[in-house]
């Protein structure tokens, strides 16, 4: 009697419309893309640029950037213009901004249902100039700022008012014949958010930019993040995910890539496999751990460093991966693909396993073994 073969994906992708956000195609068979938010002042050009490089550095495929006030939507062009990657507007009270970033070149504008009553005669105009510019729109509704008509005909944020909200606002469009449109229902309760995304993904095929609204610190914030993306996603649903931490936003793009690349739907970097020690350990492995994350960095190749504390499951861990080591009487058995190369005395188990890494990495970037 065999095992039944079981799949290697989680789940089919959700079938949803693909629409384009400048250079970033979001939806259909696109790969789920990693976004975050900048913290400065947008009127801020410098700055805002600074922090858009950084994020542009660290994996972030697409940006935000917040316009409460008139010098804000000043900076959009020149910011749109320079960003190296695509830049949203995101707009939550005063339609004539809506207007200004789709002047600026702004490659996606957001919009919330909430808080834009005053919209209501506007949308046929946002619409056509949406329309003709190409620009995208993100319904985003959240948990803080649903509509107060909806919130006292459900009593709370459920995940149907979300629901109810977000495509209420897209019917508003819809009527102008504008579908250029993702949509975002979030929640600072992952299992609302989960519920509620569930609920939109059965109702529409729009695609959905994932959330957790307000998740919190970083741990809290990721944890949140990594168990309500993980949910959807599981399931096909989510087509761009953007993780909200009260941390500089390189570490939500940390935690975004991460997520997806635990999921396989993004390529693996970097991945130390490393035991939790036990008392059999024979060596400090969260030092020797830490320090050979440390030591490899920012490295682009998919290398496996496995860092094993004894030689219970050491070697078999260490065979598997593309570098480990096995450590035990104050020694480390170095392992590359699978071979034991050297045995090194405790202290230079860590400038081995970098020395290696940087062989096998070289290698990989001469045979085009890039994520
Ligand atoms: Fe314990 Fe060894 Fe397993 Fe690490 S590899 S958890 S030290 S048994």
């Known amino acids: 009697l065999g095992m039944p ?32 938010m900048t913290t400065t002042r947008t009127s801020d050009i410098g700055a805002t640029l600074q922090q858009i490089a950084e994020l542009t550095a660290s994996g972030c495929q697409i940006v935000r950037v917040a316009c409460p006030t008139q010098d804000d939507a000043d900076a959009l062009a020149t910011i749109a213009r320079k960003s190296q990657i695509p830049v949203i507007a995101d707009i939550h009270f005063q339609p004539k901004y809506v207007f200004a970033a789709i002047d600026a070149g702004c490659a996606a504008v957001r919009v919330n249902p909430g808080n834009i009553k005053q919209f209501d005669d506007k949308v046929k105009e946002i619409a056509r100039a949406a329309n ?38 897209a019917s508003l469009f819809e009527e102008h014949g504008f579908r250029d449109i993702k949509i975002s229902v979030k929640h600072n309760d992952p299992v609302v958010m989960v519920n509620a995304y569930r609920l939109l993904a059965a109702q529409c095929d729009y695609p959905l930019h994932l959330g957790v609204t307000e998740a919190g610190p ?23 995910i953007r993780v909200s931490l009260s941390a500089p936003p390189v570490e939500e793009i940390k935690v975004g890539n991460s997520i997806l690349e635990s ?12 035991c939790p020690s036990c008392g059999r350990a024979q060596v400090d492995v969260y030092k020797l751990a830490e320090e050979v994350t440390a030591g490899l960095d920012g490295m682009e190749v998919p290398l496996r460093v496995a860092v094993m504390g004894c030689v219970v499951n050491g070697p078999g861990e260490a065979r598997e991966a593309d570098l480990g080591v096995a450590s035990g009487n104050g020694k480390g058995q170095i392992f590359v693909k699978g071979e034991v190369i050297k045995t090194v005395p405790e202290s230079k188990i860590v400038e081995t396993l970098i020395e290696e890494a940087m062989k096998i990495a070289e290698q990989m970037e001469k045979d085009g073994v890039m994520s």
């Open 5 to 36: 073969s079981v799949p290697t994906k989680l789940a089919e992708r959700r079938k949803s419309r693909q629409i384009q956000v400048g250079t970033v195609a979001v939806g259909g068979d696109a790969p789920v893309s990693v976004q975050s």
């Open 263 to 274: 999921l396989n739907l993004k390529p693996r970097r970097l991945e130390i496999v490393s």
């Open 132 to 169: 003709d510019a190409g620009t995208p729109i993100r319904i985003g509704v959240n948990a803080g700022s649903l509509d107060a008509r909806l919130l006292k005909k459900y009593g709370k944020a459920t995940p149907e008012a979300l629901v109810e909200s977000a495509l209420w606002e």
């Open 218 to 240: 970083a741990f809290q914030g990721t944890i949140k993040s990594a168990v309500a993306f993980g949910a959807l996603l599981a399931e096909g649903i989510g087509d761009t």
